[in-house]
Protein backbone atom coordinates (compact mmCIF):
# COMPACT_ATOMS: atom_id res chain seq x y z
CA UNK A 1 0.00 0.00 0.00
CA UNK A 2 1.30 3.35 -0.39
CA UNK A 3 0.50 6.94 -2.22
CA UNK A 4 0.27 7.73 -5.42
CA UNK A 5 1.44 10.97 -7.05
CA UNK A 6 0.27 12.29 -10.41
CA UNK A 7 2.51 15.63 -10.60
CA UNK A 8 1.72 17.42 -14.02
CA UNK A 9 1.03 14.64 -15.72
CA UNK A 10 0.46 14.97 -19.71
CA UNK A 11 0.31 12.53 -22.81
CA UNK A 12 0.81 13.92 -26.47
CA UNK A 13 1.11 11.79 -29.51
CA UNK A 14 3.94 12.60 -32.34
CA UNK A 15 1.01 13.80 -34.61
CA UNK A 16 -0.22 16.73 -31.94
CA UNK A 17 -2.98 14.79 -30.22
CA UNK A 18 -3.39 15.70 -26.62
CA UNK A 19 -4.80 12.95 -24.24
CA UNK A 20 -3.92 14.93 -20.65
CA UNK A 21 -2.68 17.95 -19.94
CA UNK A 22 -0.70 18.86 -16.50
CA UNK A 23 -2.95 16.00 -14.21
CA UNK A 24 -2.19 16.22 -10.82
CA UNK A 25 -3.54 14.50 -8.09
CA UNK A 26 -2.57 12.94 -4.79
CA UNK A 27 -4.26 9.54 -3.77
CA UNK A 28 -3.60 8.94 -0.23
CA UNK A 29 -2.66 5.39 1.12
CA UNK A 30 -5.54 3.17 1.00
CA UNK A 31 -8.29 5.14 -1.09
CA UNK A 32 -10.95 4.39 -3.12
CA UNK A 33 -9.98 7.58 -6.21
CA UNK A 34 -12.73 7.02 -9.32
CA UNK A 35 -11.47 8.82 -12.94
CA UNK A 36 -14.80 9.50 -14.65
CA UNK A 37 -15.10 11.10 -17.76
CA UNK A 38 -17.45 10.78 -21.22
CA UNK A 39 -15.11 8.85 -24.01
CA UNK A 40 -12.02 9.97 -24.90
CA UNK A 41 -11.64 12.20 -21.82
CA UNK A 42 -8.57 10.83 -21.02
CA UNK A 43 -9.35 8.78 -17.79
CA UNK A 44 -7.86 5.68 -19.41
CA UNK A 45 -4.58 6.98 -21.03
CA UNK A 46 -4.01 8.53 -17.70
CA UNK A 47 -4.42 4.58 -15.70
CA UNK A 48 -1.93 3.37 -18.64
CA UNK A 49 1.01 6.23 -17.92
CA UNK A 50 0.28 4.85 -14.26
CA UNK A 51 0.94 1.40 -15.34
CA UNK A 52 3.28 1.65 -17.39
CA UNK A 53 1.59 0.86 -20.39
CA UNK A 54 2.07 4.29 -21.65
CA UNK A 55 5.18 6.42 -21.73
CA UNK A 56 4.97 9.92 -20.17
CA UNK A 57 5.21 12.95 -22.32
CA UNK A 58 5.90 15.45 -18.97
CA UNK A 59 5.32 15.36 -15.25
CA UNK A 60 6.06 12.64 -12.70
CA UNK A 61 4.32 9.60 -11.44
CA UNK A 62 5.46 8.53 -7.40
CA UNK A 63 4.55 5.93 -5.99
CA UNK A 64 5.18 5.96 -2.58
CA UNK A 65 8.52 7.38 -2.17
CA UNK A 66 9.52 6.10 -5.96
CA UNK A 67 9.55 8.24 -8.72
CA UNK A 68 8.29 5.23 -11.66
CA UNK A 69 8.37 7.68 -14.45
CA UNK A 70 11.25 4.66 -16.10
CA UNK A 71 10.74 2.14 -14.17
CA UNK A 72 9.16 -1.00 -16.39
CA UNK A 73 5.41 -1.81 -15.46
CA UNK A 74 6.38 -5.39 -14.11
CA UNK A 75 8.64 -3.57 -11.29
CA UNK A 76 6.15 -0.61 -10.55
CA UNK A 77 4.10 -2.93 -8.08
CA UNK A 78 0.88 -2.44 -9.50
CA UNK A 79 -1.72 -5.08 -10.64
CA UNK A 80 -4.28 -4.28 -13.12
CA UNK A 81 -7.63 -5.61 -13.92
CA UNK A 82 -8.96 -4.70 -17.75
CA UNK A 83 -12.72 -4.08 -19.36
CA UNK A 84 -11.39 -7.50 -20.97
CA UNK A 85 -10.78 -10.43 -18.06
CA UNK A 86 -7.80 -11.34 -20.18
CA UNK A 87 -7.96 -15.32 -18.95
CA UNK A 88 -6.01 -18.00 -19.63
CA UNK A 89 -8.58 -20.18 -21.44
CA UNK A 90 -6.68 -23.53 -20.80
CA UNK A 91 -6.02 -23.04 -16.77
CA UNK A 92 -8.56 -23.49 -14.00
CA UNK A 93 -9.11 -20.92 -11.92
CA UNK A 94 -6.74 -21.54 -9.08
CA UNK A 95 -3.69 -21.49 -11.94
CA UNK A 96 -5.28 -18.54 -13.59
CA UNK A 97 -5.08 -16.49 -9.97
CA UNK A 98 -1.82 -17.70 -8.99
CA UNK A 99 -0.62 -17.24 -12.66
CA UNK A 100 1.82 -14.27 -11.81
CA UNK A 101 2.66 -15.56 -8.52
CA UNK A 102 4.15 -18.84 -10.34
CA UNK A 103 5.87 -16.51 -12.81
CA UNK A 104 7.47 -15.30 -9.94
CA UNK A 105 8.66 -18.75 -8.50
CA UNK A 106 6.71 -17.85 -5.17
CA UNK A 107 6.92 -21.11 -2.77
CA UNK A 108 4.24 -23.68 -3.85
CA UNK A 109 2.68 -23.56 -0.01
CA UNK A 110 2.33 -19.25 -0.21
CA UNK A 111 0.75 -19.72 -3.04
CA UNK A 112 -1.36 -22.08 -2.22
CA UNK A 113 -2.32 -19.71 1.01
CA UNK A 114 -3.07 -16.72 -1.03
CA UNK A 115 -4.95 -18.09 -3.75
CA UNK A 116 -7.23 -19.61 -1.12
CA UNK A 117 -7.25 -17.19 0.99
CA UNK A 118 -8.28 -14.77 -2.30
CA UNK A 119 -10.94 -17.26 -3.27
CA UNK A 120 -12.37 -17.45 -0.21
CA UNK A 121 -13.06 -13.47 -0.60
CA UNK A 122 -14.42 -13.65 -3.66
CA UNK A 123 -16.52 -16.62 -3.42
CA UNK A 124 -14.67 -18.56 -6.11
CA UNK A 125 -13.36 -21.61 -3.53
CA UNK A 126 -16.22 -23.74 -5.04
CA UNK A 127 -14.67 -23.11 -8.77
CA UNK A 128 -11.25 -23.54 -8.30
CA UNK A 129 -10.94 -26.87 -10.58
CA UNK A 130 -13.45 -25.50 -13.42
CA UNK A 131 -12.04 -23.55 -16.72
CA UNK A 132 -13.19 -19.89 -17.45
CA UNK A 133 -15.83 -21.27 -20.67
CA UNK A 134 -17.43 -22.84 -17.63
CA UNK A 135 -17.91 -19.60 -15.70
CA UNK A 136 -20.77 -16.45 -15.69
CA UNK A 137 -19.42 -13.15 -16.62
CA UNK A 138 -19.55 -12.22 -13.16
CA UNK A 139 -17.30 -14.97 -12.07
CA UNK A 140 -14.77 -14.41 -14.55
CA UNK A 141 -14.45 -11.36 -13.47
CA UNK A 142 -13.82 -12.11 -9.96
CA UNK A 143 -11.21 -14.34 -11.38
CA UNK A 144 -9.34 -11.58 -13.21
CA UNK A 145 -9.63 -9.45 -9.79
CA UNK A 146 -8.46 -12.46 -7.82
CA UNK A 147 -5.37 -12.52 -9.80
CA UNK A 148 -4.74 -8.78 -9.34
CA UNK A 149 -5.73 -9.46 -5.54
CA UNK A 150 -3.50 -12.06 -5.11
CA UNK A 151 -0.30 -10.19 -5.78
CA UNK A 152 -0.77 -7.64 -2.96
CA UNK A 153 0.06 -5.03 -4.73
CA UNK A 154 1.01 -1.10 -3.59
CA UNK A 155 -1.77 -0.10 -6.02
CA UNK A 156 -4.75 -1.33 -7.88
CA UNK A 157 -5.55 -0.09 -11.06
CA UNK A 158 -9.51 -0.69 -12.84
CA UNK A 159 -10.23 0.22 -15.77
CA UNK A 160 -14.23 -0.49 -16.66
CA UNK A 161 -14.26 -4.00 -15.02
CA UNK A 162 -17.49 -4.22 -15.06
CA UNK A 163 -18.32 -2.97 -18.54
CA UNK A 164 -19.44 -6.76 -20.05
CA UNK A 165 -21.80 -7.37 -17.26
CA UNK A 166 -25.64 -7.03 -16.92
CA UNK A 167 -27.23 -4.38 -14.91
CA UNK A 168 -28.00 -7.40 -11.70
CA UNK A 169 -24.31 -8.17 -12.17
CA UNK A 170 -23.16 -4.52 -11.76
CA UNK A 171 -24.54 -4.18 -9.45
CA UNK A 172 -23.28 -7.23 -7.42
CA UNK A 173 -20.03 -6.83 -8.48
CA UNK A 174 -19.91 -3.46 -7.39
CA UNK A 175 -20.51 -4.47 -3.69
CA UNK A 176 -17.66 -6.74 -4.19
CA UNK A 177 -15.26 -4.49 -5.16
CA UNK A 178 -16.33 -2.10 -2.64
CA UNK A 179 -15.93 -4.42 0.51
CA UNK A 180 -12.58 -5.62 -1.34
CA UNK A 181 -10.83 -2.16 -1.21
CA UNK A 182 -12.55 -1.37 1.75
CA UNK A 183 -11.04 -5.18 3.47
CA UNK A 184 -7.64 -4.69 2.07
CA UNK A 185 -6.76 -0.76 2.24
CA UNK A 186 -5.04 -0.43 -0.80
CA UNK A 187 -4.65 2.48 -3.15
CA UNK A 188 -7.44 2.20 -5.79
CA UNK A 189 -8.02 3.67 -8.70
CA UNK A 190 -10.80 2.72 -10.91
CA UNK A 191 -11.71 4.35 -14.52
CA UNK A 192 -15.49 4.17 -15.40
CA UNK A 193 -17.62 5.76 -17.59
CA UNK A 194 -20.58 5.38 -15.43
CA UNK A 195 -21.41 8.07 -13.05
CA UNK A 196 -23.28 5.26 -10.37
CA UNK A 197 -20.55 3.70 -10.13
CA UNK A 198 -18.25 6.86 -9.67
CA UNK A 199 -20.80 7.95 -7.42
CA UNK A 200 -20.85 4.97 -5.56
CA UNK A 201 -17.28 3.54 -4.82
CA UNK A 202 -15.12 6.52 -4.60
CA UNK A 203 -13.99 8.10 -1.52
CA UNK A 204 -13.48 10.59 -3.98
CA UNK A 205 -14.59 11.42 -7.67
CA UNK A 206 -11.94 13.15 -10.53
CA UNK A 207 -14.21 14.52 -13.38
CA UNK A 208 -12.11 14.90 -16.37
CA UNK A 209 -12.71 16.54 -19.83
CA UNK A 210 -10.87 16.52 -22.59
CA UNK A 211 -7.71 15.52 -21.25
CA UNK A 212 -8.56 18.21 -18.67
CA UNK A 213 -9.01 17.70 -14.49
CA UNK A 214 -12.84 19.35 -14.08
CA UNK A 215 -13.09 19.14 -10.22
CA UNK A 216 -11.93 16.32 -7.43
CA UNK A 217 -14.14 15.60 -4.63
CA UNK A 218 -16.09 13.39 -2.52
CA UNK A 219 -18.85 12.40 -4.48
CA UNK A 220 -21.57 14.05 -2.26
CA UNK A 221 -19.97 17.38 -2.86
CA UNK A 222 -19.30 17.10 -6.54
CA UNK A 223 -23.24 15.95 -6.39
CA UNK A 224 -24.36 19.68 -4.73
CA UNK A 225 -21.13 22.04 -5.32
CA UNK A 226 -19.70 21.05 -8.91
CA UNK A 227 -17.37 23.75 -10.25
CA UNK A 228 -19.00 24.48 -13.83
CA UNK A 229 -21.43 23.52 -16.07
CA UNK A 230 -19.66 20.13 -16.83
CA UNK A 231 -19.61 18.63 -13.87
CA UNK A 232 -22.87 19.62 -12.66
CA UNK A 233 -24.57 18.31 -16.26
CA UNK A 234 -22.58 15.27 -16.03
CA UNK A 235 -23.18 14.14 -12.69
CA UNK A 236 -26.62 12.99 -11.96
CA UNK A 237 -29.12 10.77 -13.85
CA UNK A 238 -31.30 12.17 -15.09
CA UNK A 239 -28.77 14.88 -15.67
CA UNK A 240 -29.35 18.38 -14.27
CA UNK A 241 -31.77 21.05 -16.21
CA UNK A 242 -29.94 24.17 -16.98
CA UNK A 243 -31.54 27.21 -18.67
CA UNK A 244 -30.77 30.55 -19.83
CA UNK A 245 -32.60 33.20 -17.59
CA UNK A 246 -32.91 36.62 -16.35
CA UNK A 247 -31.21 37.71 -12.59
CA UNK A 248 -33.46 40.31 -11.69
CA UNK A 249 -34.70 42.66 -8.13
CA UNK A 250 -38.11 44.44 -7.88
CA UNK A 251 -38.26 47.53 -5.44
CA UNK A 252 -38.50 46.07 -2.29
CA UNK A 253 -35.26 44.09 -3.00
CA UNK A 254 -36.43 40.82 -3.90
CA UNK A 255 -34.67 38.74 -5.96
CA UNK A 256 -36.28 36.45 -9.03
CA UNK A 257 -35.22 34.16 -11.95
CA UNK A 258 -37.33 35.37 -15.03
CA UNK A 259 -37.77 33.00 -17.83
CA UNK A 260 -39.73 34.17 -20.89
CA UNK A 261 -43.07 33.71 -19.19
CA UNK A 262 -42.31 32.31 -15.38
CA UNK A 263 -40.59 33.69 -13.09
CA UNK A 264 -39.27 32.06 -9.59
CA UNK A 265 -38.59 33.91 -6.01
CA UNK A 266 -35.16 33.50 -4.86
CA UNK A 267 -35.11 32.76 -0.90
CA UNK A 268 -32.36 35.12 1.04
CA UNK A 269 -30.51 32.02 1.82
CA UNK A 270 -29.28 31.46 -1.72
CA UNK A 271 -27.80 35.30 -2.15
CA UNK A 272 -25.79 34.66 1.41
CA UNK A 273 -24.65 31.30 -0.14
CA UNK A 274 -23.28 32.59 -3.23
CA UNK A 275 -22.58 36.56 -2.45
CA UNK A 276 -21.40 37.30 -6.22
CA UNK A 277 -24.62 36.28 -7.54
CA UNK A 278 -25.69 40.01 -6.58
CA UNK A 279 -23.41 40.95 -9.53
CA UNK A 280 -25.67 39.66 -11.80
CA UNK A 281 -28.77 41.03 -11.52
CA UNK A 282 -29.22 42.81 -14.55
CA UNK A 283 -27.35 39.68 -16.78
CA UNK A 284 -28.38 36.71 -17.98
CA UNK A 285 -27.04 33.75 -15.82
CA UNK A 286 -27.65 29.98 -16.47
CA UNK A 287 -29.68 28.48 -13.87
CA UNK A 288 -28.94 24.78 -13.11
CA UNK A 289 -32.30 22.59 -11.36
CA UNK A 290 -31.82 18.88 -10.56
CA UNK A 291 -34.71 16.51 -11.37
CA UNK A 292 -35.32 15.71 -7.56
CA UNK A 293 -35.59 19.49 -6.53
CA UNK A 294 -38.84 19.77 -8.57
CA UNK A 295 -42.78 18.36 -7.68
CA UNK A 296 -46.09 18.16 -8.65
CA UNK A 297 -47.21 21.26 -7.37
CA UNK A 298 -50.50 20.13 -6.11
CA UNK A 299 -48.76 17.84 -3.63
CA UNK A 300 -46.69 20.67 -2.20
CA UNK A 301 -47.82 23.30 0.32
CA UNK A 302 -47.13 27.22 -0.10
CA UNK A 303 -45.71 27.24 -3.70
CA UNK A 304 -46.58 30.02 -4.93
CA UNK A 305 -43.76 32.39 -6.49
CA UNK A 306 -41.99 29.11 -7.21
CA UNK A 307 -44.14 27.69 -10.06
CA UNK A 308 -43.28 26.24 -13.75
CA UNK A 309 -46.09 26.18 -15.93
CA UNK A 310 -46.31 23.70 -18.80
CA UNK A 311 -48.24 20.65 -20.39
CA UNK A 312 -47.17 16.91 -19.12
CA UNK A 313 -45.16 15.68 -22.63
CA UNK A 314 -44.05 12.68 -21.22
CA UNK A 315 -44.46 10.24 -17.85
CA UNK A 316 -42.41 7.76 -16.60
CA UNK A 317 -43.50 5.86 -13.64
CA UNK A 318 -40.61 4.21 -12.04
CA UNK A 319 -42.45 2.82 -8.51
CA UNK A 320 -39.85 4.78 -6.65
CA UNK A 321 -40.94 7.89 -8.20
CA UNK A 322 -42.38 9.42 -11.41
CA UNK A 323 -40.18 11.08 -14.03
CA UNK A 324 -42.25 13.79 -15.54
CA UNK A 325 -41.00 15.61 -19.14
CA UNK A 326 -42.25 18.94 -19.60
CA UNK A 327 -41.55 21.87 -22.10
CA UNK A 328 -40.83 25.63 -20.66
CA UNK A 329 -41.04 28.86 -22.20
CA UNK A 330 -36.84 29.48 -21.66
CA UNK A 331 -33.79 29.07 -23.19
CA UNK A 332 -31.38 26.68 -23.02
CA UNK A 333 -28.11 26.81 -21.53
CA UNK A 334 -25.60 27.15 -24.72
CA UNK A 335 -22.03 27.02 -23.97
CA UNK A 336 -18.87 25.01 -24.79
CA UNK A 337 -19.56 22.78 -21.78
CA UNK A 338 -23.31 22.14 -22.71
CA UNK A 339 -22.31 21.44 -26.25
CA UNK A 340 -19.78 19.10 -24.80
CA UNK A 341 -22.22 17.25 -22.42
CA UNK A 342 -24.66 16.76 -25.75
CA UNK A 343 -22.08 15.37 -27.78
CA UNK A 344 -21.30 12.71 -25.12
CA UNK A 345 -24.98 11.95 -24.89
CA UNK A 346 -25.27 11.37 -28.98
CA UNK A 347 -28.21 14.09 -29.04
CA UNK A 348 -28.29 17.73 -29.24
CA UNK A 349 -29.63 19.04 -26.25
CA UNK A 350 -33.37 18.53 -26.24
CA UNK A 351 -35.97 20.96 -27.12
CA UNK A 352 -39.52 21.31 -27.63
CA UNK A 353 -41.55 23.34 -30.41
CA UNK A 354 -41.53 27.21 -30.36
CA UNK A 355 -37.62 27.17 -28.84
CA UNK A 356 -38.37 25.95 -25.59
CA UNK A 357 -36.48 23.37 -23.29
CA UNK A 358 -37.79 20.20 -22.23
CA UNK A 359 -37.31 20.35 -18.38
CA UNK A 360 -37.22 16.80 -16.54
CA UNK A 361 -38.53 16.22 -12.88
CA UNK A 362 -38.45 13.11 -10.69
CA UNK A 363 -41.95 13.90 -9.06
CA UNK A 364 -43.24 11.60 -5.69
CA UNK A 365 -45.20 8.22 -6.86
CA UNK A 366 -48.50 10.10 -5.37
CA UNK A 367 -48.17 12.70 -8.31
CA UNK A 368 -51.14 11.38 -10.78
CA UNK A 369 -49.96 13.55 -13.45
CA UNK A 370 -50.84 12.09 -17.19
CA UNK A 371 -49.36 13.25 -20.13
CA UNK A 372 -51.02 15.96 -22.18
CA UNK A 373 -52.20 17.35 -18.72
CA UNK A 374 -52.05 21.09 -17.47
CA UNK A 375 -48.98 21.04 -15.18
CA UNK A 376 -47.81 23.19 -12.49
CA UNK A 377 -44.29 22.36 -11.25
CA UNK A 378 -42.81 23.85 -8.20
CA UNK A 379 -39.25 24.30 -8.04
CA UNK A 380 -37.35 24.15 -4.92
CA UNK A 381 -35.82 27.59 -5.76
CA UNK A 382 -33.13 26.91 -2.24
CA UNK A 383 -31.77 23.88 -3.98
CA UNK A 384 -30.88 25.78 -7.56
CA UNK A 385 -27.03 26.39 -8.99
CA UNK A 386 -26.28 29.24 -10.59
CA UNK A 387 -23.33 29.50 -13.44
CA UNK A 388 -21.75 32.08 -15.23
CA UNK A 389 -23.35 32.14 -19.25
CA UNK A 390 -19.67 32.84 -20.56
CA UNK A 391 -17.38 30.69 -18.21
CA UNK A 392 -19.38 28.37 -17.53
CA UNK A 393 -17.72 28.82 -13.89
CA UNK A 394 -20.45 27.99 -10.88
CA UNK A 395 -21.21 31.40 -9.27
CA UNK A 396 -20.53 31.56 -5.45
CA UNK A 397 -17.84 34.22 -4.09
CA UNK A 398 -16.11 37.21 -5.49
CA UNK A 399 -13.43 34.85 -7.05
CA UNK A 400 -15.89 33.15 -9.49
CA UNK A 401 -17.69 36.42 -10.87
Known sequence: MAELVL????????????????????????????LVGPSGCGKTTALRMVAGLETISEGEIRIGDRVVNDIPSRDRDVAMVFQSYALYPHLNV??????????????????????????????????????????????????????????????????????NLDAKLRVQMRAQIARMQRDLGVTTVYVTHDQTEAMTLGDRVAVMKGGVLQQVAPPQELYDRPVNLFVAGFIGSPGMNLIQAGLTVDDHGQHWVKLNSDTLRLPDSILQER???????????????????????????????ALLHSVADLVEAMGSDVLVHFPVDAKPADTADTRALAEDSGAATARAPSDSIVLVGRFSPR????????????????????????TGTAIWNEETS
Open 275 to 305: PALAQYVGRDVVVGIRPEDMEDATLVDQAEG
Open 7 to 34: AGLGKAYGDGTRAVTKLDLEIQDGEFLV
Open 94 to 163: FDNIAFGLTLRRMPKTDIEQRVRRVAEMLELTDHLDRKPRNLSGGQRQRVAMGRAMVRAPQVFLMDEPLS
Open 367 to 390: SRIYEGQQLATWVDTSRMHFFDPV
